[in-house]
């Protein structure tokens, strides 16, 4: 597998989120399908609108997904968090892992005690990143 150097990376992100300005990240229940072309097979809980540019950099090689603050969205319908999908073009370009703070794993991490959510109260991303690691 190819490794990849630190300075093809930013450029790759950036390229790649830029089709996603005025997008939208949709947070979906269920199974996180295999590619973001895959139909999601959940219910469609919250979607945020991204800004334009739809993201920035930390400074240490990590790209912010969103540039809002604060990042929140009212939850559509109910039920447990499974992945999120970043669109762009109405077209499914990225899914992500989702946790929640203290769980602090995920590639965006909600303000929730869990990943059970309820219609009709707000749901806050705290954080987005991706990072393309050296394989």
């Known amino acids: 597998m190819a490794r990849i150097a630190d300075t093809w990376k930013q450029p790759a992100l950036e390229a790649g989120m830029a089709v996603c300005d ?36 930390n400074g240490s090689g990590v790209l912010l997904v969103g540039t809002a603050s604060p990042w929140v969205a009212l939850i559509a319908n109910s039920g447990t968090i499974g992945f999120a999908r970043v669109k762009g073009g109405g077209v499914g370009q990225l899914d992500l892992t989702v946790t929640t703070v203290l769980v602090g794993t995920g590639d965006i991490l909600v303000d929730a005690a869990d990943l059970d959510v309820i219609a009709g109260r707000v749901l806050q991303i705290v954080s987005a990143l991706i990072n393309i690691p050296n394989v």
Request: no cysteine; proline share 11%; aromatic share 14%.
């Open 22 to 57: 005025g997008g939208t990240v949709e947070f979906w229940s269920g199974i996180r399908p295999l590619t973001p072309a895959g139909a999601p097979s959940g219910t469609l809980l919250a979607t945020f609108t991204l800004d334009t540019p739809s993201y920035s950099w």
